[in-house]
């Protein structure tokens, strides 16, 4: 007996098989049990996800002599020679090769005699979009006023296309991308029915290379079980049979990206290519890892969004931290643009090649995300090199004092908990200050914070503008939101505006360095 593709095999025979589709499941056997069928119906949707099934199912429905609860029995005369393609009663038709005039006039010529069994003659056509422009001017009346025993179905993958006048005449239904998990669980139930032994880590995977189409995850486990009969399908088998990237792989070339190693990039490159894997996958895949990363850092429950193991889970916050948000979004934002571009080039290996240097050099970019980062780095290269004091305020911003500047700094002594919230502010100010973003980052580059009393801190400005700015209340309360979420501190923020001649390298100590420097000059705050 000639093998049975999987797909077509366990195509679903009743509603109650359908998977990922329950808005369109739900409304269309409520019809049926009510006896308020359509006329037309539009089904539009990606490919795979059921569309043409549905309409099957529901030809066999509105016809069967027993129906249960809306699907069809499966068991009646009428439901046999449907299922067998022996009924005239149900016409399928594939517009992408009967798109023409004549086409559409010889169903309107069908439509006039009634069913020799059953209750509706029902017309399915498949890929309606690629009727001509003179078929849907033919089919526009049929559509409109059609005999009480006709219903349509048509199926599109390109709904745009579809004419105004064709699609007010419709019930529309949208057919949604399955769900990995159902797509996961669905293949596991097929295994099992087929006595395939696979791990749920290959399944899973399989699920997230069909992209939302349940035809594509059977077909795909076709295609992997066949490469390897009789034996247990791995996780690795999948990934060598699909030309796909372990993630580990992915951690480590993101990792040589935020680190500006492009050599290694290349050679990471080099050697999947070796193996033999695919890089059109590999870029697509790379994508959906970043896209992965930047949610990580965005949500609040990445577990809940990000379908991963708890242990990629764990590397996948850590790599996160490797990269600001802005960035993972210039990193996406290249290989988007490298996905359309490398499924039709020749030199595929060099797009990549030139995709990572252009991650690892943003200098040779003039966007503004590119500048953006060059920004960014700049930045972290003056947290770690330079005192959080003086990369605040530079010498050249700080009113000219001649005669003050020779002086020693002024020593002041602080309560312990006050200093110790200081401390911890000024250390963090310019993580805080590019974090919040917005008119924070650009007004408070220039800024030093200094103690103003018990839980309170003053953000002192250099610039006038940028003090107007700074002062207003939502700007104060965003910062206080921010410190208490990050830090778990309730610090209540002000503003002040730098005074002519006044210095910034004002030192403060605890009671305890009293004792230790006593010879030194103190100046107590009350």
């Not at 049975?4 to 095999?9: M, S």
């Not at 269309?28 to 119906?41: D, E, P, T």
Request: charged content about 25%.
């Amino acid at each position: 007996m000639a093998y049975t593709a999987l797909y077509r095999k366990w195509r679903p025979a009743v509603f109650e098989d359908v998977k990922g589709q329950d808005h369109i499941v739900r409304t269309l056997k409520n019809q049926i049990l009510s006896q308020r069928i359509g006329h037309a119906y539009l089904f539009c949707g990606t490919r795979g996800t059921g569309k043409t099934t549905i309409a099957k199912i529901l030809a066999r429905a509105v016809n069967c002599e027993n129906p249960v609860d809306g699907s069809p029995c499966g068991q009646c005369r009428t439901c046999r020679n449907i299922a067998a393609g022996a009924s005239l009663n149900v016409v399928e038709i594939d517009a992408a090769s009967n798109n023409g005039v004549d086409n559409i006039r010889e169903i309107r010529e069908q439509v006039q005699y009634p069913p020799t069994e059953g209750r509706y003659r029902v017309y399915i056509i498949d890929e309606v979009h690629m009727l001509s422009a003179g078929a849907f001017n033919a089919l526009l009346k049929t559509l409109e006023e059609p005999p009480s025993y006709v219903i349509f179905i048509l199926a599109t993958t390109e709904v745009q296309k579809i004419p105004v006048t064709v699609l007010s005449r419709c019930q529309r239904y949208d057919f949604k991308r399955i769900a990995i998990q159902t797509l996961t669980d669905r293949l596991r139930e097929l295994s099992l029915a087929e006595n395939i032994s696979v791990e749920d880590k290959a399944l899973t995977y399989i699920a997230k290379a069909a992209d939302g189409s349940m035809r594509d995850a059977l077909s795909l486990l076709d295609q992997c079980v066949a490469f390897h009969f009789g034996e247990r399908l791995t996780y690795d088998h999948v990934l060598d049979i699909l030309g796909a990237v372990d993630t580990s792989v992915f951690s480590r070339m993101f990792r040589a990206v935020t680190e500006n190693r492009t050599t290694d990039c290349i050679r990471q490159l080099e050697e999947l290519i070796l193996q033999g894997r695919e890089l059109t996958q590999f870029v697509l895949d790379f994508t959906w890892y970043m896209r992965n990363l930047l949610l990580t850092q965005s949500a609040d429950d990445p577990e809940g969004i990000v379908d991963m193991s708890s242990d990629n889970l764990k590397l996948l916050e850590e790599d996160a931290k490797k990269a600001s948000g802005e960035t993972l979004m210039r990193y996406i934002r290249v290989f988007s643009e490298l996905s359309n571009q490398i499924r039709y080039a020749a030199q595929k290996r060099v797009l990549v090649e030139l995709a990572f240097i252009k991650l690892t050099r943003p200098q040779m970019e003039e966007n503004y995300d590119s500048i953006l980062e060059r920004l960014n780095k700049i930045e972290e290269t003056l947290e770690e090199g330079i005192p959080a004091v003086q990369a605040a305020v530079p010498q050249a911003a700080a009113p000219a004092a001649p005669a003050a500047e020779s002086a020693p700094p002024k020593q002041v002594t602080l309560p312990k908990a006050q200093l110790e919230d200081l401390q911890m502010i000024r250390g963090e100010w310019g993580r805080i200050v590019r974090s919040l973003g917005g008119v924070i980052r650009s007004g408070f580059r220039d800024t030093v914070v200094e103690p103003a009393g018990d839980s309170c801190l003053c953000v002192v400005f250099s610039s006038r503008d940028s003090f107007d700015i700074g002062r207003r209340p939502t700007v104060m309360g965003q910062l206080e939101d921010y410190v208490k979420n990050t830090y778990g501190k309730d610090i209540y923020f002000k503003a002040r505006l730098l005074g002519s001649g006044e210095r910034t390298d004002t030192v403060y100590v605890t009671d305890e360095d009293l004792k230790n420097h006593i010879h030194m000059d103190i100046t107590i705050e009350e």
